[in-house]
């Protein structure tokens, strides 16, 4: 994560035109977007400060020039928190994380949501729980724990393009939402061996990590082309676990009468014959 916060500045300056802030636009540009003077001269810093913090060379730096540079380039809502984060990263000591555990009343829980295709995940996008609705949809209770993970199996698993039809999309939302949580945690050695290993296998995750996108995916839809069920057309919902904030339970909704809800109940049916 070394050099992130220059990263993420340099590619927010890139998407933004002159004319949207009211300069002009003339002369031949190296670069697209803003130079760096014009981001100091908006913001109402000097530029070698600017210069510095793009550097991660600048002091600590206050909510009001963090707030001014993201005014300046248009930042939403998350990508100005995120914005914050790295700029002031909370370092701890390393040490070797303990296995994520899921408490016995998160999994009652899912367990009884028998028409409701659901997940635990935690920071990383490992797959930490799922119901018999859930694994009859994906299957992760046939994959290796090591394999249990979105972003892996998206990017290192060809039949996901089958899976997902609108794949593309699907995987620049990983990467924008794995790429906030490793802001979160710059010191996550199991992050930044994640980010490795796809930066080493996959040319798409590499060129989408380069983007710079921050997401936070809280609620959304998302076609799955099932090979038993069909195409199924899945809205979601995502809530923190309050005794452990670090994992999110993602519940497929849908709409019920809907052909995508009768597929499921069939589904969840032919799972449980195939399991007798």
């Not at 809502?77 to 998160?106: D, F, I, Q, W």
């Not at 060809?158 to 995987?171: E, F, G, K, S």
Request: net charge neutral; hydrophobic share 40%; charged share 25%.
């Amino acid at each position: 994560m070394d050099g992130e916060l220059g990263d993420f500045l340099r590619s927010r300056r890139a998407r933004i035109q002159p004319e949207e802030v009211g300069l002009p636009s003339y002369g031949r540009r190296r670069v697209p977007g803003l130079r760096r003077e014009e981001v100091a001269q908006l913001a109402g810093v000097s530029v070698d400060y600017y210069i510095r913090l793009e550097q991660g060379r600048g002091p600590s730096v206050s909510d009001a020039v963090l707030d001014a540079i993201a005014r300046v380039l248009h930042l939403d809502e998350t990508e100005h928190a995120y914005l914050r984060t790295v700029a002031r990263p909370r370092r701890t000591k390393s040490s070797r994380p303990a296995a994520p555990r899921v408490r016995p009343g998160v999994q009652l829980i899912l367990d009884g949501m028998d028409r409701f295709p659901a997940f635990v995940f935690g920071r990383r996008l490992d797959v930490l729980a799922w119901n018999a609705l859930g694994d009859a949809l994906s299957g992760f209770s046939r994959m290796a724990t090591g394999e249990r993970n979105v972003a892996r199996q998206i990017f290192l698993d060809p039949a996901t393009r089958d899976l997902y039809p609108d794949w593309a999309a699907v995987a620049a939302q990983n990467v924008a939402h794995l790429h906030l949580n490793a802001g979160h945690h710059p010191d996550d050695s199991g992050m930044a061996a994640l980010i490795g290993e796809l930066s080493l296998k996959s040319e798409d995750f590499r060129r989408l990590w380069a983007d710079h996108e921050v997401t936070e995916c809280r609620f959304g839809v998302k076609r799955v082309r099932h090979p038993v069920a069909g195409l199924l057309t899945l809205p979601y919902e995502t809530l923190t676990v309050p005794t452990d904030p670090e994992q999110t339970i993602v519940i497929y909704t849908p709409e019920p009468g809907s052909e995508t809800a009768e597929r499921l109940a069939l589904l969840g049916s032919w799972a449980t014959t195939r399991v007798r």
